[in-house]
Each structure stands twice: as C-alpha cells, then as structure tokens.
C-alpha cells in the first residue's frame, strides 16, 4: 500500500504496525535468576557457631592521662577505682569521678570467671547513665606467654 503526497512522491505504509511496548522477559529472567542466588548465599552468611575466643592479641592502646577503672571480681564484687561498692552506688561514685563529664573514658576490668550478668549489669548502669565509651580490658596473651608460670 502506498500514499500518493501533492508533490508526487510516494510514501510506502507496511501493513503490520509497530509494537510500543517493552519486552520485560529478559528482566524477569534475570530477577529469578538473582533471587535463587540470594535464597542460597543468605543462610550461609549467618554465623550460628559457639565459639570460645581466644585473647586479644593485638597491641593495646595508651590510657588516657586519667582513666576511670570499674572491676568486678570473681565474687562478684564491684570496684569504682579502688573504692569497694555495689552495682547501684556505681553511678554515684562515677558521677563523683568525672564529674558529670559523659566523654570520659570508663574501663570495665572482669575477673575471667565472673558470672557474665554481674559485668552486663554494669554495662547496662554505665549506658544508662550516659556513658558512651566503654572498653573492655583484657590481659595482653603476649605477656601472658611470656610471664613465668607460678
């Protein structure tokens, strides 16, 4: 089929029309393809393993000038520096210690075999009242392996 123009040129006109839409197979194909990947990486990116940890054996970073230590033996025993007190008195003596600074650099030292809620409880004390840097100290393995035993 063809249009005769005013000016006597012809324009030829297909018989089919143009199809305007997208085709998304490809797409889908890949987008399936993705999901199974991730349906099967997933479960092994999740660590269910209990482990014992060894020690840090990393170098240790210089106290600050002024440290604040709290410790907690064996028994159960907390210590704010060298002042003997129990988990609801920390925040009073620490109050005391930095005077109301929430910057200051607080050192929580737990006896290995402590019971694990007695050293959460005074995490949960320190965050609550504000405190925000808290390390953890534990005994350098390098001089550890090196001491004498006794």
Do not use: C, W
């Not at 030829?12 to 199974?36: C, G, W």
Request: hydrophobic share 40%; aromatic share 6%; glycine share 8%.
């Amino acid at each position: 089929m063809s249009i005769q123009l005013g000016s006597g040129a012809q324009v030829k006109r297909h018989s089919y029309q143009q199809n305007a839409e997208m085709n998304v197979t490809p797409f889908v194909d890949v987008m399936l393809v993705l999901l199974i990947i991730f349906m099967v990486a997933a479960p092994l990116a999740t660590v269910d393993v209990p482990v014992d940890l060894p020690p840090n054996t990393a170098a240790p970073t210089p106290p600050p000038a002024e440290p604040v230590y709290i410790s907690v033996q064996k028994n159960g025993d907390v210590y704010v520096q060298n002042t003997q007190t129990r988990i609801d008195g920390v925040s009073g003596a620490l109050k005391e210690l930095t005077k109301g600074d929430l910057e200051t650099r607080i050192f929580l030292r737990g006896d290995m075999h402590a019971e694990y809620g007695q050293l959460m409880g005074v995490m949960n004390v320190l965050q609550q009242d504000g405190y925000t840097k808290i390390g953890l100290v534990a005994e350098d393995a390098r001089q550890a392996a090196q001491a004498p035993a006794q």
